[in-house]
């Protein structure tokens, strides 16, 4: 039996999420050095295993050649440059949603990626947690019958101080609240119902006193009528995740991502031929979240079986042209 091989990881940005990637590398690798324009964040991010380099400037990382994948966690600024050069560099990469601020921004990544080969993931993570992945299963086994609409929600309440941060700040994130947390409900809603070919939204800064949306609201369509209606809110008071998708034979409700959004939780309401109350069954996943493990390992499995990884820059650049489309609608032109 062939043992599979060691990927040597170097992660770009070591902040919270760079500090979860580095936490759920597995078996399969090991974190060779970590580079933050903070130095600081990076020696404390090395500190966590023995034999890491800790830098400041990111391009010396990708200089390393023991180092075959390069996580990028930074502001949504620099994503597309240095996915861009992680690949010229030979690297393989998985890049943090929205991979880049505009859909023109992350066309010569795909191009590079196209010219140099290496395998790009996108982190598109929820679509990881246990629930979706249950979702996904029932899906594919038919449980539902024919899709035909999805309708969810994803929020939370800030903090003091959070229109004054990275975030608020149109030239470094792009936009607001659309394109923070909205990524992820477009892409479960791709993930589910396939591309959207007629798109209509509306984005709004209702409460934080910032130069980006607090709440975008989408209607998304694809070209056999189905249907998802989307909200992503920063001005959720308690967060909140939940998506309930509907086939023909039933529904799926899923809400909870563990931690301050509750419980991870999924139902199949499974209809009757009499119609009727439906037959109910609950799943709950009251454990550690472990969907950032799944999602490395299968990343891992994509280079060493030289697979097309399922969430990719296409997805990336799709999410991308919805919401730049909802933004020149709703005149928060934030391109840059």
Known sequence: MNTPPVFGVGIIGCGLIGAKRANALGA????????????????????????????????????????????????????????????????????????????????????????????????????????????????????????????????????????????????LSGGGELIDQGPHLIDLARWFLGDFVDITGYAHTYYWDMPVDDNGFMLLKTAQHQVAFLHASCTEWKNLFSMEIYGRDGKLDISGLGGSYGVEKITWYRMLPEMGPPETTTWEYPMADDSWAVELQEFFDDIRLDRHPTSGLNDAQAALHIIETIYQESGHDHRT
């Open 28 to 171: 399969q690798a090991r974190l060779v050095a970590c580079a933050d324009i903070q130095h600081s964040r990076a020696v404390a991010l090395a500190s966590s295993s023995d034999n890491v380099v800790a830098l400041a400037d990111w391009r010396a990382l990708l200089t390393l050649h023991s180092i075959d994948v390069v996580v990028v966690a930074t502001l949504h600024d620099s994503l597309a440059d240095i996915t861009h050069a992680a690949l010229s560099a030979g690297k393989h990469v998985l890049v943090e949603k929205p991979a880049a601020r505009t859909a023109a921004e992350l066309q010569p990544v795909i191009d590079a990626q196209q010219r140099f080969g290496g395998k790009v993931h996108v982190g598109f993570n929820h679509r990881y947690h246990r629930a979706l992945r249950k979702a996904r299963a029932l899906i594919d086994s038919g449980a539902l019958g024919p899709l035909m609409f999805i309708r969810a929600r994803y929020g939370h309440g800030g903090r003091p101080g959070y229109d004054r941060e990275w975030r608020a700040n149109p030239a």
